[in-house]
T-cell receptor, first 114, second 115 residues
Framework: DVKVTQSSRYLVKRTGEKVFLECVQD?????MFWYRQDPGLGLRLIYF???????EKGDIPEGYSVSREKKERFSLILESASTNQTSMYLC?????????????FGPGTRLTVL | AQSVAQPEDQVKVAEGNPLTVKCTYS??????LFWYVQYPNRGLQFLLK????DNLVKGSYGFEAEFNKSQTSFHLKKPSALVSDSALYFC?????????????WGAGTKLIIKP
């Protein structure tokens, strides 16, 4: 089974702190994604990566950056956390090559910024 | 703009009754269609997908979905609901021309099954 893990299930940070959210997948997937999930808004794509050191902005990249130094690991960074970044953050990965493959998700990190 | 609509924020069904969670989309071509489920405090789990062929697709946990090309819909169904089906359901669509495997997501529908 594909496993996608995220470093924390719950995280509480203060405004202005630098926050790192880590995601690791164990199936050698090429593409990885970071989403935030807010009630009534569904999933919104923050960033995705299609290869090591490669990244693309999603729909809401402002206030976030990402890092992919190794194929299995994709990190989301909040350079200076703000209260409007309080949300559930979901990481996903997918194997490319078959266009109708499904994305596999981690359990999520619920981040609260005070 | 491409979009996915789940017109109901919430659906309530009595246990044992059939359920339907609606999804319509506005994506060009013949996209791939997906349903995911999120149980409380969990990540998303894949339920089923439509690729091509038979309009009725069967998936996990007894769920199925019906693709209707003329109505651009992909409604999720189950003949007999269980209390354990209570969760948040997301419809998602992939444009076949997208080379990055991105999904366009609906806002989600909360399904409540009453005992």
């Amino acid at each position: 089974d594909v496993k996608v893990t995220q470093s924390s299930r719950y995280l509480v940070k203060r405004t202005g702190e630098k926050v790192f959210l880590e995601c690791v997948q164990d199936m050698d997937h090429e593409n990885m994604f970071w989403y935030r999930q807010d009630p009534g808004l569904g999933l919104r794509l923050i960033y995705f990566s299609y290869d090591v050191k490669m990244k693309e902005k999603g729909d809401i990249p402002e206030g976030y950056s990402v890092s992919r130094e190794k194929k299995e690991r994709f990190s989301l960074i909040l350079e200076s956390a703000s209260t409007n970044q309080t949300s559930m953050y979901l990481c996903a990965s997918i194997a490319t090559g078959i266009p109708y493959n499904e994305q596999f998700f981690g359990p999520g990190t619920r981040l609260t910024v005070l | 703009a491409q979009s996915v609509a789940q017109p109901e924020d919430q659906v309530k069904v009595a246990e044992g009754n059939p359920l339907t969670v609606k999804c319509t989309y506005s994506v060009s071509g013949n996209p791939y269609l997906f349903w995911y489920v999120q149980y409380p405090n969990r990540g998303l789990q894949f339920l089923l997908k439509y690729i091509t062929g038979d309009n009725l697709v069967k998936g996990s946990y007894g769920f199925e979905a019906e693709f209707n090309k003329s109505q651009t819909s992909f409604h999720l169904k189950k003949p007999s609901a269980l209390v354990s089906d209570s969760a948040l359901y997301f419809c998602a669509v992939r444009d076949k021309r997208d080379s990055n495997y991105q999904l366009i997501w609906g806002a989600g529908t909360k399904l409540i099954i009453k005992p």
